[in-house]
């Protein structure tokens, strides 16, 4: 995680930006329908970041993090 936010840092929408809040939306249905299936799964705490750069591509980080390219 560390070494993603210093690679990407610069690149990073804030919070409060419309993709990012849109992107936590979807997530959050995602997110509902893993803790339904897999009940391990509900104390995680998942983030959502949003690197805008042009790549296509999305991964999730074993600790929660959410990191999707604009």
């Known amino acids: 995680f560390e070494r993603i936010m210093q690679e990407y840092k610069h690149a990073l929408l804030p919070p ?3 993709l ?3 992107v936590e939306k979807v ?4 997110v ?3 803790e339904e299936r897999f009940p391990d799964q509900r104390n995680a705490q998942w983030q959502v970041f949003i690197i805008n750069a042009p790549t296509d591509n999305a991964f999730v980080l074993p600790g929660g993090q959410i990191f999707v390219f604009r």
Request: aromatic content about 16%; hydrophobic content about 45%; overall charge positive.
């Open 16 to 18: 409060y930006h419309s």
């Open 20 to 22: 990012v809040r849109y």
């Open 27 to 30: 997530a959050e249905k995602i």
């Open 32 to 34: 509902a329908a893993v």
